[in-house]
């Protein structure tokens, strides 16, 4: 299960707020999925070539097409801040 003092943590380096009640909700919700990761770490996985057979071809998807799109001030035009045709990106690792 995960602490409160983990889970604190965490909402700090994701520079997240949460309530107290947030904060119970979001507790049980992160130790389901790591229970639920802990499970699928235990599960043993091999490989089948009759299963592997009927997965997904590659040749059935579809194919990648490269596009040039010469009007770059409508892409910088979405971003709050942009310096040189570049989005300005607030720090947030310290």
């Not at 909700?25 to 499970?39: A, F, P, R, V």
Request: aromatic share 8%; hydrophobic share 35%; with cysteine.
């Amino acid at each position: 299960m995960i602490t409160k003092e983990d889970l604190t943590t965490l909402c700090e380096l994701s520079r997240l707020y949460l309530s107290e009640e947030e904060m119970e909700s979001y507790g049980k919700e992160m130790t389901d999925i790591m229970n639920l990761m802990d499970t699928i770490g235990e599960s043993d996985f091999e490989y089948n070539p009759i299963d592997m057979a009927n997965a997904v071809p590659f040749t059935s998807l579809r194919t990648d097409e490269v596009t040039t799109f010469s009007d770059m001030d409508k892409i910088v035009e979405n971003g709050p801040e942009t310096t040189e045709n570049q989005f300005v990106v607030p720090k947030v690792v310290d």
